[in-house]
């Protein structure tokens, strides 16, 4: 374990950062490797900053960015710095946008677009990160004319954090990611969430979503997994289907504050923590 103060480089749909305490309320005392297949912000792992970690997701614009903070923190650093010396207006917003979109259409994972998808989700619209059927950014500019994307601190640390212990990246389905997860190992799946209601969409960060078929395969690889002596958590909304998906094991009900929602009086609510130990 590290004793360095960090906490994520983006704002992310779902992120942790407020249930932080209450996961870790949750976590097993002892365990050998650390597992999170939806890494998204990473609020958890750079809180409890386990030494041996295996992360991953499907983004892989948000996997560049641990990868790149991994391989070089001063160059991402570097990259941000120059995007925050010239002041944003919509027209700005828009151009760097579009050069945002030409990194992800042509799979073009460098310093400079891990520093981009830092830059852009302080300057979109509620630091949404949405893309469209092409797979394509389109989250509108959210008026911050000036001031700093980053803390530049908190950035080399992770950076620091990544080299200093043993943390492999993947990219993919998280079953696959899953793959060589063993007894005593610690798997925390925080899964696009079951939406509240038919009109909740939050699974369109990567253009192919996280559908009913999803949510019923996760359910039935946490059973496997518990089956294999793994130790396991999950978070998702209070919804009725998770109870269906995980009957038979321990389910703790947390209260939340909705940091995405256009609705300020929806923007409270209640999640539920499962484990299976």
Known sequence: MNNLKLSPFVKWAGGKKQLLSRLEECM???????????????????DVQPSNAVINDVNEQLLNVYRQLKANAEAVIDSIRQFDAV????????????EYNKKIAGHILDVECAALTIWINKHCFNGLYRVNAKGLFNVPYNNK???????????????H??????????????ELACANVQAGDFVYFDPP???????????????????????CRLAALYRRLDAAGVKVMLSNHNVDLVYQL????????????????RDASKRVGKEVIITNY
């Open 246 to 261: 995980y009957d038979g094991f321990h389910i703790k009900v947390v209260d939340v504050k909705r940091a995405i929602n």
């Open 145 to 159: 004319t000036s001031g700093t994307s980053m803390r530049e601190e908190n950035l080399r640390n992770i950076g």
């Open 193 to 215: 969430y079951i939406p509240i209601s038919a009109t909740a969409h939050f699974t369109d960060y990567t253009k192919d979503g996280f559908g009913y078929e999803d949510h």
């Open 161 to 174: 954090y990544l080299n200093s212990n043993t943390v492999t990246i993947l990219e993919g389905d998280f």
């Open 87 to 98: 002041e944003c207006d919509k027209e700005h917003y828009l151009h760097m946008r579009s």
């Open 28 to 46: 097993p005392h002892s365990y050998n490797r650390y597992y999170e297949p939806f890494i998204g912000g990473g609020a958890l792992l750079l």
